[in-house]
């Protein structure tokens, strides 16, 4: 066999058990126990990346338990009228992943901070004492894995 004729055959092999390997994991969702994470959002801009990860990982794992938690500007995407920067209104993306089990939660201490009233949320906001302290919960004694988009 040629030179080029080796390498071609080593490619095809290497080739073959990299495919393999992938074949042997098959459906993502197969065996799929409920993860438990909680998302981070700390500024608004964010929101919409987050809403699209959580829909993602519901995707793969509807079971998952997750939580968004929302502090400091974080928490403008929950209340009442709230649109992206396109004009675009998060309520309904909130209220699409709160029925698929999703908590959003609101940091209370952001609230008297920036005099905000619970009134001015949405019904799927959920109000904790403080943001943080909750992710800090979840990981610690939750056993939460922890993701910021």
Not at 25 to 45: E, F, I, M, T
Not at 70 to 80: N, S
Request: proline residues 5%; hydrophobic residues 40%; aromatic residues 6%.
């Amino acid at each position: 066999m040629s030179k080029t004729g080796s390498w071609i055959a080593a490619g095809i092999a290497a080739s073959a058990l990299i495919l393999g390997g992938c074949s042997t994991r098959g459906d993502l969702s197969a065996n799929v126990h409920p993860d438990k994470v909680v998302y981070h959002v700390n500024d608004s801009s964010h929101a919409i990346a987050t809403m699209r990860n959580v829909g993602n990982h519901l995707e793969v794992n509807p079971q998952a338990n997750i939580v968004v938690v929302t502090h400091a500007l974080g928490v403008d995407f929950l209340m009442e009228g709230a649109k992206d920067k396109n004009g675009n209104p998060y309520n309904p993306l909130v209220e699409n992943l709160a029925e698929r089990g999703v908590t959003f939660d609101v940091c209370e201490i952001t609230l008297k901070n920036r005099s905000l009233d619970r009134k001015s949320f949405i019904p799927e906001a959920k109000f904790v004492p403080s943001g943080v302290a909750e992710i800090a919960k979840l990981q610690a004694r939750g056993g939460f894995a922890y993701l910021k988009p």
